[in-house]
């Protein structure tokens, strides 16, 4: 039986240091006094992270609500964007969109090549930073200024998903990858659901510099509590309990060996073998399906309601405000059921994401085919609401699939998919306008019968081509394994 000595900091590591390849490998950090506050903490320092990155989800998304905000406070003050162009504000509507777009492949590459949760802070932190330019650059009407700034911050934002997913590569044990994800991710439907509200609080009480502020303020606060609480990898915090660590090195399989066989792929990229793996092509389909209809109702569910129902302006704010709480709400339960179904050996990991997407699928879809056909406005807003709740269900099925196929690649392929998703930003409003520019009131049952038609397509693909396994060309190859068995030796 191994004997164990006591290392500065709750380390432990073999007494006599041959099962471990390096130093690097078997010292933890050394205890820092700050660490002492949290070391007593009941909260495992995987769900820290979750807590935080959700805090920090929700900063990001929050922040997008500001300009809309401070715009409908310059219109009804009639002093600030009195000197722009509809064109001006237009691309300064747009700028982030850009950004965000042009971000996105480049983003997977440097979450993938760099650590994530540094990624990820630094993220958020310099969109904060900007905030905090964005209303002095308003009130000198430097429009052109702003609308580059706008651009800036959809870059820096652009890496943030991707960061997520690579900070759970580490940090996830594989029977919670999805409750940790969607807990994570589901900050981005409160940073809207709250956002907007508070903004227009924050607005009214103290001018329209003051959204940028509190959010630009907060966005800094939260990384110097983010670089205090998040690691890259378990063993590298300092203040981790031993059973928590062994417990996510073992359920990962991280032992000595795989960890240097890690760092010697992530030199080399398969691409051939990733553009021609059928289950991540499964992905980006249902990604591209899914993005379709969210930008649908982003863009357009104002107009349906207007137009079809002859609804109010403050009327569609709140239907538009909604479908966040359900998500906020939705997003999370998904999560956990996903993760009981595998726990509990129900369904396997392929048959847990087919089972989530398609259904979620399946059931938006015959929920658009209701809205197409509706004539009360409770109807309407039924379907609407049940739609958005089923559309949540996706996140726990294609939306974490990456992190099933290849762990290793996770932030790298949700680059490369995004970028693909998001293209639907630009294709969905040619489609529609065309539609409705040809019969403005008529053309809805068309638009939402198309959309149904979308995620049929959506649920075939995915259901047909997808998979919860490790992809063979995410491991080494059996040359680099052996090389790696002998290095170890």
């Given at each position: 039986m191994e004997k164990f000595e006591i290392l500065p900091g709750n380390n432990e590591r073999p007494a006599d240091g041959n099962s471990f390849a390096s130093l690097e490998d078997i010292e933890r950090p050394p205890l820092r006094k700050i660490d002492k506050i949290c070391k007593t903490s009941c909260m495992r320092?995987?769900?820290?992270?979750?807590?935080?990155?959700?805090?920090?989800?929700?900063?990001?998304f929050g922040m997008r609500c500001n300009m809309q905000v401070a715009k409908n406070t310059f219109t009804q003050d009639g002093t600030i964007f009195m000197n722009w162009t509809v064109s001006m504000e237009s691309h300064v509507d747009s700028a982030f969109f850009w950004g965000y777009l042009a971000a996105q492949i480049p983003g997977g590459f440097i979450a993938f090549k760099f650590p994530a949760n540094k990624v990820f802070g630094l993220s958020i932190v310099s969109s904060a930073s900007l905030n905090l330019l964005l209303p002095l650059i308003m009130t000198l009407l430097h429009g052109h200024v702003l609308i580059w700034l706008r651009v800036l911050q959809g870059l820096v934002e652009g890496v943030l998903n991707s960061a997520c997913l690579g900070i759970w590569r580490f940090w996830a044990p594989p029977m919670e990858r999805t409750r940790l994800a969607t807990l994570s991710f589901s900050g981005s439907y409160a940073g809207v659901f709250l956002g907007l509200p508070l903004s227009g609080l924050l607005a009214n009480a103290f001018g329209y510099r003051a959204p940028f502020y509190v959010y630009g303020f907060l966005g800094i606060i939260w990384y110097f509590f983010w670089i205090?609480?998040?690691?890259?990898?378990?063993?590298?915090?300092?203040?981790?309990?031993?059973?928590?660590?062994?417990?996510?090195?073992?359920?990962?399989?991280?032992?000595?060996?795989?960890?240097?066989?890690?760092?010697?792929?992530?030199a080399t990229i398969p691409w051939i073998k990733i553009c021609s793996s059928m289950p991540f092509y499964a992905i980006i389909v249902a990604n591209f399906c899914r993005q379709w209809n969210f930008y649908l109702l982003v863009l357009y569910q104002s107009s349906f309601l207007r137009h079809r129902f002859s609804f109010k302006l403050d009327e569609t704010g709140l239907a538009?405000?909604?479908?966040?709480?359900?998500?906020?709400?939705?997003?999370?339960?998904?999560?956990?059921?996903?993760?009981?179904l595998r726990k509990k050996s129900i369904l396997s990991p392929t048959n847990v994401r087919k089972l989530f997407s398609c259904c979620a699928f399946v059931l938006e879809g015959l929920c658009f085919l209701r809205l197409a056909h509706s004539s009360t406005v409770n109807e309407v807003m039924i379907a609407l609401l049940c739609g958005v709740a089923f559309n949540g269900l996706a996140v726990s099925g294609y939306y974490v699939n990456y992190l099933d196929i290849a762990p290793r690649y996770a932030s790298l392929l949700m680059g490369l998919s995004n970028g693909i998703g998001i293209l639907t930003g630009f294709i969905v409003p040619l489609v529609m306008d065309a539609l409705i520019q040809e019969n403005p009131t008529g053309c809805w049952t068309t638009i939402f019968t198309l959309a149904a038609c979308v995620h049929l397509i959506g649920c075939i693909f995915y259901g047909v081509f997808a998979s919860g396994e490790l992809q063979p060309w995410a491991e080494p190859t059996a040359e680099l394994n052996n090389d790696c068995t002998r290095t170890k030796l």
């Open positions: 320092k995987r769900y820290t992270i979750a807590s935080m990155a959700f805090v920090g989800f929700l900063i990001a205090w609480l998040s690691f890259e990898k378990p063993r590298k915090h300092p203040a981790i309990s031993t059973a928590e660590l062994n417990f996510i090195e073992n359920s990962l399989e991280e032992s000595s060996t795989s960890r240097i066989r890690e760092r010697s792929i992530d538009n405000a909604l479908p966040f709480l359900i998500l906020l709400a939705i997003v999370p339960l998904g999560g956990m059921l996903a993760d009981l």
